[in-house]
């Protein structure tokens, strides 16, 4: 708790005022508290036992008054402590429930900016609905025990503190008897409190496995239901439930078994006062009054620890909790802006590789002494084998990863000089499953420009021969999109995606695969708007499909993480290497599949 006390620190630093308003309301309440038990003193050794029939009773600075005027004072005295401590009480519940609230809101989103901002080498390997229960489980879980246990038990605390002075104030024997089983207290909670962390560490891991599980299927649905899927994926899901279930219940059996064990010995502790206090009023040491007071301060002073004892499971998963977000918040992305690094000026669009290497993990490497240069406004075609590093190429472009040997260079200037976000607004990207938003599909054109006017919007979409298909949706621009854009077909999907990179107006382009699994109106129609959107830009194009990119200025054929052709469609045909026979193959493939298209078409009579 301590760990994480200190790692959000800045944000509780922030809701000081409202923390200190609330912790002298908490003071407040503990003062009123400690003088509650005392008209109850009063009432014993100054009306019950001398007798009702009493005559008067002397007050300092008051004089004599009936003992039932006086019974009157502290019945109103009571009550009127009782309201007091009423409202402090809530002032410094409520003010601290509102601090641990605004708390845990910020927290929440330092915690998803961070996620945008780590690198994809961290989200490659963590598991996304892991991390969605950081974000939304473990912040409300946190948070809820915040209020509802860590609160009462500061009150309780200090209450406690203050009632064991007043108790050696009262009367020291019987205050040194009453701690007397402190050490078992203690021996007792920190045993149990260490097996429940263990357990609820476990539980909140298998509850991470589970989100993982069920944010995966759900997001492979389509697939899932296709394959069949759902039987194996259940079991998975049932067996983590399954396991999180028997963990939960073992931390609750170890909470419950530590909340009777401390009852037992908070009755011990006050049996014992009981025994010892009777004996020193019969002997006239202490008061019957004063001994009501002891034994009330005694239940009330071992109220944090009953607390402890039934919130330690709770207490425990919010740190297993708090431990989890701070993981998360403690990651250093790999990719980040570099001390000194500027804003990058708008982009002619020169690209150079020099000498660039790399490799995601201490394997085999990706990219090897990979060079070549680009002018601005070239239209250039990344070809090749499945797995060469064309995709790895245009990543370290976008600043994705940094290269491990080289340097690439971007109007003579290394990529790490700019700032990654003015890097990465100039570079427009069109992928082969381009990802839409579930919001308006003038939301998601928008995206590529949040400072877009509806017009900007508009001729983006005429630019990708969308505006036509969008104008016939149920409200147009404004109709809402599934999630991925599901709704659409992929053609309508890649139109859209076509306009979002449009209305960047940036001067690099990289187009990844992006008419496979097309029909061929729809590529044509995608084609058409492609062609539209690199005019004037410097492009690179990735394809499997060599007859696809025929026309581009020139063409990079990359294997084994190295360059090893590079020239126009014409040049490498004629060099007869490796991009030739590779173009020829397709060529025989298209012949045969086109001749038996042709054989299987059934013309009219």
């Known amino acids: 708790m301590g760990r994480i006390l200190r790692r959000f620190a ?15 309301a908490l003071m407040a309440e503990t ?15 100054s009306i019950l036992l001398p007798g009702v029939n009493r005559p008067a009773i002397v007050l300092p600075g008051i004089g004599s008054v009936s003992p039932l005027v006086l019974l009157s004072l502290l019945t109103v005295g009571s009550i009127g402590l009782a309201v007091l401590r009423g409202a402090a009480a809530y002032s410094s519940a409520a003010g601290m429930a509102v601090a641990a609230s605004r708390v845990m809101a910020e927290v929440r989103g330092d915690l998803y900016s961070h996620l945008q901002r780590l690198s994809l080498s961290f989200h490659n390997q963590a598991k996304t609905g892991d991390l969605i229960a950081r974000v939304t489980q473990d912040i409300t879980r946190l948070r809820e025990v915040t209020v509802m246990a860590l609160l009462p038990l500061l009150a309780s605390s200090l209450t406690l503190l203050g009632m064991v002075g007043v108790m050696f104030w009262l009367h020291w024997e019987m ?24 357990v609820v560490r476990r539980q909140r891991r298998r509850e991470g496995a589970m989100a993982a599980t069920a944010a ?10 296709a394959l069949s899927l759902q039987s194996m994926l259940e079991s998975t899901f049932f067996s983590h439930n399954r396991e999180s279930l028997q963990e939960d219940a073992e931390a609750q059996k170890l909470s419950a078994g530590l909340e009777r064990t401390m009852e037992v010995l908070v009755t011990v502790a006050v049996a014992l006062v009981l025994w010892k206090g009777v004996q020193l009023v019969l002997q006239g040491s202490v008061t019957p ?13 071992f109220k944090p620890i009953r607390q402890l004892a039934k919130y330690t499971g709770q207490i425990a998963k919010a740190t297993a909790s708090g431990e989890r977000i701070i ?3 403690d990651q250093i992305p790999d990719i980040r802006d570099t001390r000194g690094a500027l804003t990058a000026p708008p982009f002619r669009g020169a690209v150079w590789f020099e000498q660039v290497s790399f490799a995601y993990d201490s394997g085999s490497s990706i990219l090897r002494n990979v060079t070549f ?8 075609a990344l070809v090749g084998p499945s797995g060469s590093g064309k995709s790895t190429l245009v990543s370290l472009l976008l600043r994705f990863y940094d290269p491990l040997e080289g340097r690439i260079l971007i109007d003579g200037h290394d990529l790490r000089e700019y700032k990654i976000d003015s890097l990465r607004r100039q570079i427009s990207v069109v992928l082969q499953d381009s990802i839409l938003f579930a919001a308006s599909v003038r939301e998601n054109i928008a995206y590529g420009n949040l400072d877009a006017s509806n017009a900007e919007i508009e001729a983006a979409a005429r630019l990708a021969n969308a505006h036509e298909f969008i104008c016939n949706l149920p409200q147009g621009y404004d109709t ?23 209305i960047r107006r940036a001067p690099i382009v990289i187009l990844d695969e992006p008419t496979t699994g097309l029909d061929n109106h729809s590529e044509q129609v995608v084609n058409d708007a492609l062609r539209r959107l690199t005019r004037g830009c410097t492009t690179f194009t990735i394809s499997h499909n060599l007859h696809a990119v025929e026309q581009v200025d020139r063409i990079l054929y990359i294997e084994n993480g190295r360059v090893l052709e590079q020239g126009t469609h014409t040049e490498l045909l004629a060099l007869n290497g490796r991009y030739a026979k590779l173009y020829q193959l397709q060529s025989n493939v298209r012949s045969i599949h086109s001749k038996r298209s042709g054989e299987n078409t059934v013309l009219p009579a």
């Open 10 to 24: 800045p944000q509780i630093q922030k809701q000081r005022s409202l923390l200190i308003g609330a912790f002298l």
């Open 31 to 45: 003062l009123l508290r400690l003088l509650e038990p005392w008209p109850l003193k009063i009432i014993f050794d």
């Open 175 to 198: 205050a040194l008897i009453a701690l007397g089983i402190f050490p078992l207290f203690v021996l007792t909670t920190t045993r149990a409190t260490r097996r429940i962390r263990e």
């Open 216 to 225: 995966e299927a759900m997001g492979a649905i389509k697939v899932v239901q």
């Open 289 to 301: 009054g004063e001994l009501l007071v002891f034994i009330t301060y005694l239940k009330t002073a």
């Open 327 to 329: 993981d998360v918040l």
């Open 373 to 380: 240069a680009v002018q601005p406004g070239e239209h250039v």
């Open 480 to 502: 809402l999109l599934g999630e991925r854009g599901a709704t659409l077909s992929g053609g309508q999907r890649q139109r859209i995606a076509i306009a979002r990179a449009a």
